[in-house]
T-cell receptor
Framework: DQQVKQNSPSLSVQEGRISILNCDYT??????FLWYKKYPAEGPTFLISISSIKDKNEDGRFTVFLNKSAKHLSLHIVPSQPGDSAVYFCAASVGSNSGYALNFGKGTSLLVTP | GAVVSQHPSWVICKSGTSVKIECRSL??????MFWYRQFPKQSLMLMATSNEGSKATYEQGVEKDKFLINHASLTLSTLTVTSAHPEDSSFYIC??????????FGSGTRLTVV
């Protein structure tokens, strides 16, 4: 049962524009959320995270928004760059301590065109 | 930052043989490591949680006798795919959580069983 859902398998955005990647979750116990970027045949690399006590976290061009009531989070990338082209995974966890694994969505493949 | 070194990066083996995948945490001790598997265009699915000095905890549907996990030290966890079959061909990734840098992933192992 997929507890973290990324309903858009792919997204194409023009360079310089905003990329918005969406993620929904069903488990109300999740309180720690992360976004990862992944290239083919490589492990995921961490982008940004947010805990449930916040509704926004920003790091450079990346901003994550959390709407707990809707069980929805989104990753905004602005401005988008061709190097951002990759698969983006949303992940969620119960707590942020070492005992809990991450639950991943299926990923959204982002293509940023020049 | 924290680094998890995973080897081999790719392996091709004959059906019926066993393959061992190693994950080492560099510069930090990982009491818990997580093993994931990813099929094409699918999410990273948790297979098992590996705890140093104790038995691994397997997710539902994952055969513990087929996917042997050993976490003999605080810096090394191994996954052995026993009697591999073509349906075991997948991308296997390990992960550990470090207190400061959070979840860190290995680079993954592409297993192809022929």
């Amino acid at each position: 049962d997929q507890q973290v859902k990324q309903n858009s398998p792919s997204l194409s955005v023009q360079e310089g524009r905003i990329s918005i990647l969406n993620c929904d979750y069903t488990n109300s116990m999740f309180d720690y959320f992360l976004w990862y970027k992944k290239y083919p045949a490589e492990g995921p690399t961490f982008l940004i995270s947010i805990s449930s006590i916040k509704d926004k976290n920003e790091d450079g061009r990346f901003t994550v928004f959390l709407n707990k009531s809707a069980k929805h989070l989104s990753l905004h990338i602005v401005p988008s760059q061709p190097g951002d082209s990759a698969v983006y995974f949303c992940a969620a966890s119960v707590g942020s301590n070492s005992g809990y694994a991450l639950n991943f969505g299926k990923g959204t493949s982002l293509l940023v065109t020049p | 930052g924290a680094v998890v070194s995973q080897h081999p990066s790719w392996v091709i083996c004959k059906s019926g043989t066993s393959v061992k995948i190693e994950c080492r945490s560099l510069d930090f001790q990982a009491t818990t490591m997580f093993w994931y598997r990813q099929f094409p265009k699918q999410s990273l699915m948790l297979m098992a949680t590996s705890n140093e000095g104790s038995k691994a905890t397997y997710e539902q549907g994952v055969e513990k006798d087929k996917f042997l996990i050993n976490h003999a030290s605080l810096t090394l966890s191994t996954l052995t795919v026993t009697s591999a079959h073509p349906e075991d061909s997948s991308f296997y990734i390990c992960s550990a959580r470090e207190e400061i840098y959070g979840y860190t992933f290995g680079s993954g192992t592409r297993l192809t069983v022929v």
